[in-house]
């Protein structure tokens, strides 16, 4: 029994002192320490929260919407000055925008189907039409005299021109509805791969069996003389009157209204 007794005196002995400590001067600091916690850690949340928000608000004031708010200060300044105005601009900018027709729409869609291409590249038509659609022999061993082709066409600037141009006109020209596709083959068509498949023309050093021959050398030039192309065109610079550098003789044009009729019997020298 002593020592039952014995220790429950002493737990109660040092419950008493723990209690008396958490108590000065009459303040239980238990429950002040807790206070003090609670505010500082709502301070911290509340610090971090601000950050957030300023950097949710510098994302969301672009310049378009700075330029927004800035229109809505400027009216909201010109309602408060002059109230009259500011109600008739306000009536103006709720006024909904007329809707279109639908004859206006009907008539947009044929333009806009007028403009989507048919083959989306170049190199496409190429390969998917043009090879297809104008076939010739090009592979068999000793044509080459007589037709030439590279397979690797786009390597080539001369042929790159020509087949972009009926490449485009095909696109324009399919869309008639008369005799236009009648007037690419024959306007377009056969005279550009005419000169594309000559022997003598872009290809004259390539083949299929072969392939690709980058040999063909650029045209030489000599520099026009200063002058010459004033305006864009072509003039003649120091040579004899009424001559051209070509040496075509040309008489000068007439400033009357009388209709002059020229006839020339030989070219200059």
Same mark, same amino acid.
């Given at each position: ?8 005196? =002493?737990? *109660? *002995? ?5 209690? /008396? ?8 600091? =238990? ?19 601000? %950050?957030?928000?300023?950097? $949710? ?13 800035? #229109? =809505? /200060? @400027?009216? #909201? ?11 008739? @601009? +306000? /009536? ?6 007329? %809707?279109?027709?639908? %004859? ?12 989507? @291409? ?25 044509? #080459? ?30 869309? &008639? ?22 022997? %003598? &023309? ?31 065109? +072509? ?9 051209? +550098?070509?040496? @075509? ?5 007439? =400033? ?6 020229? $006839?020339?019997?030989?070219? &200059?020298?």
């Amino acid at each position: 029994m002593t020592t039952t007794e014995n220790a429950t005196t =002493t737990e *109660t *002995t040092e419950a008493d002192a723990e209690q /008396a400590a958490a108590v000065v001067g009459g303040v239980d600091l =238990t429950e002040a320490l807790s206070g003090a916690v609670r505010k500082a850690v709502n301070a911290q949340v509340t610090a971090a929260a601000k %950050e957030i928000a300023q950097g $949710a608000v510098n994302d969301f004031l672009t310049e378009a919407v700075v330029a927004t708010m800035r #229109e =809505t /200060a @400027l009216l #909201e300044a010109e309602a408060a000055v002059n109230p009259d105005s500011a109600a008739a @601009l +306000a /009536a103006v900018a709720e006024e909904p925008e007329p %809707e279109p027709e639908p %004859e206006a729409e009907e008539e947009a869609k044929p333009e806009e189907e007028s403009r989507k @291409l048919h083959h989306a590249r170049l190199d496409l038509f190429v390969e998917k039409y043009i090879a297809h659609t104008y076939r010739r022999e090009v592979s068999r061993q000793g044509t #080459e005299g007589k037709v030439r082709w590279c397979p690797q066409w786009w390597d080539h600037a001369e042929a790159v021109g020509r087949l972009d141009a009926l490449w485009m006109a095909w696109e324009q020209m399919r869309l &008639g509805e008369g005799s236009e596709m009648a007037a690419w083959w024959t306007q377009f068509a056969d005279p550009l791969m005419a000169a594309l498949l000559d022997p %003598e &023309g872009v290809f004259k050093y390539c083949s299929v069996s072969d392939g690709h021959r980058p040999s063909m050398k650029i045209l030489p030039t000599v520099p026009a003389p200063a002058g010459w192309f004033q305006d864009g065109h +072509a003039h003649d610079v120091d040579v004899e009157p009424g001559l051209t +550098a070509s040496g @075509l003789y040309l008489p000068a044009p007439s =400033t009357g209204r009388a209709r002059v009729v020229v $006839a020339i019997d030989e070219f &200059g020298e």
